[in-house]
């Protein structure tokens, strides 16, 4: 969650390149436009995909940016000069967005009363850590003390049944990161974002081409993964255990995203919200771009298969996309393991991005206004 700092403009900066020894997806097909100049990238339809599976072409390595949803962006993207954590000088998208979702109402998250059911209430990582999300019902607010085996858990009104969360922006700042202030212990966090500040946006940083990395980063250490392909961050692991020791539970929706006022919406896990099917090979959607510009695809393909034989920051290498990352399951509290390839950092902060548990940049990092 975040910390009471003021609001910044945040730029998560990322880079991207090719991996190497991949296959041949790196290389540009006969038919593949000249490679982009720097500005304004130029708005294209997808064309979807009509060759059967022993036809069809390889992927060329980097982001397609027509396949981001409509209004993903506040402003057009752009190709820009950047240069990466280890030295590379290579380009860029610079994607803008507002913080929000694009396409949808986030929501809902905590319930109201110990009797609403999953439809009032969203959802949150069970305690085995795999698998699917719990929902977060009245039964689960009143059963909080014995699903985590320690009956100081009352995040209710005895009296009223009714569910103690976080109604203001007040409480929000006060929950809403690892350090929770007293009087916002046992509460059911959420907060809305009516409570960014005017003009919030996001500034992402994304090399065109991905750079596979002789440094690659620290499994479950990753602080940022990527971006959503509806324009909100895909998020490092959240502080759980900063979360649960001052009894708070930090609410998602059913997506696996919640809100916070340095990083606006953002998701924690992916169950499908954002899955977009880009071949018809029935190999799993894509999900969105990771901070090096790899493809982050789903957990499961379309027959419901889990991925195998994934490396340790979950990714594989097939002959349609070329290096790639498959989505952990929901309560993994992890998107990806870590990064293969090599990303752009601001100022003052380093290849993971962001620090953990929806932390603010720290206050040297680049921003822009």
Same mark, same amino acid.
């Not at 969650?1 to 403009?9: A, G, P, T, V």
């Not at 889990?306 to 920051?313: G, K, M, N, R, T």
């Given at each position: ?9 945040g730029i998560i900066v990322f880079s991207a390149l090719t991996l190497g020894g991949c296959n041949d997806a790196s290389e540009e097909p006969a038919k593949q436009e000249t490679t982009p100049q720097q500005g304004v990238v130029e708005e294209k339809t997808a064309t979807p995909a009509t060759e059967n599976t022993a036809k069809q072409k390889a992927t060329p390595q ?71 999300? !719990? ?23 005895? #009296?009223?049944?009714? !569910?103690? =969360? ?8 006060g929950a809403a990161k690892p350090d929770v202030e007293e009087q916002y212990k046992q509460n059911c966090i959420e907060c809305e974002l009516s409570y960014l500040e005017d003009g919030f946006s996001r500034t992402f940083l994304i090399p065109t081409t ?76 894509? !999900? ?17 298969? %889990?991925? %195998? %034989?994934?490396? %340790? ?11 790639? =990352? ?17 990303? !752009? ?22 921003? #822009?206004?």
């Open positions: 969650m975040s910390l009471n700092y003021r609001s910044l403009i980097g982001m397609d940016i027509s396949l981001f949803a409509k209004d993903a962006f506040t402003q057009a993207p752009k190709i820009v000069d950047c240069e990466t954590a280890e030295g590379t000088k290579t380009m860029c998208y610079e994607l803008i967005t507002s913080g929000a979702p694009a396409g949808r109402v986030p929501g809902p998250f905590c319930p109201r009363t110990t009797t609403d059911g999953a439809e009032v209430g969203g959802a949150w990582f069970n305690k085995e850590g795999t698998g699917e999300l !719990v929902d977060i019902t009245g039964e689960f607010i009143l059963k909080l003390g014995e699903y985590y085996g320690d009956e100081k858990w009352v995040l209710y009104d005895a #009296k009223t049944n009714k !569910v103690r =969360y976080t109604a203001t922006k007040e409480g929000c700042l991905p750079i596979p990395s002789t440094k690659t980063g620290q499994p479950n250490r990753l602080r940022t993964a990527g971006i959503a392909l509806d324009g909100s961050e895909l998020s490092g692991p959240a502080p759980v255990d900063a979360i649960l020791g001052a009894y708070t539970i930090a609410a998602f929706d059913d997506c696996g995203g919640h809100t916070n006022v340095h990083q606006g919406y953002h998701y924690h896990s992916t169950t499908g919200c954002t899955d977009k099917q880009t071949s018809d090979d029935g190999h799993a959607a894509l !999900v969105g771009y990771a901070a090096d510009g790899y493809g982050i695809y789903a957990l499961k393909d379309e027959a419901g298969k %889990e991925a %195998e %034989e994934l490396d %340790e920051c979950r990714g594989q290498t097939d002959d349609i996309r070329g290096y790639h =990352y498959h989505a952990a399951s929901p309560s993994a509290n992890k998107i990806i393991g870590c990064l293969k390839g090599e990303t !752009v950092r601001p100022a003052g902060g380093d290849r993971r991005g962001p620090p953990p548990g929806d932390r603010p940049p720290p206050r040297d990092a680049a921003v #822009k206004k």
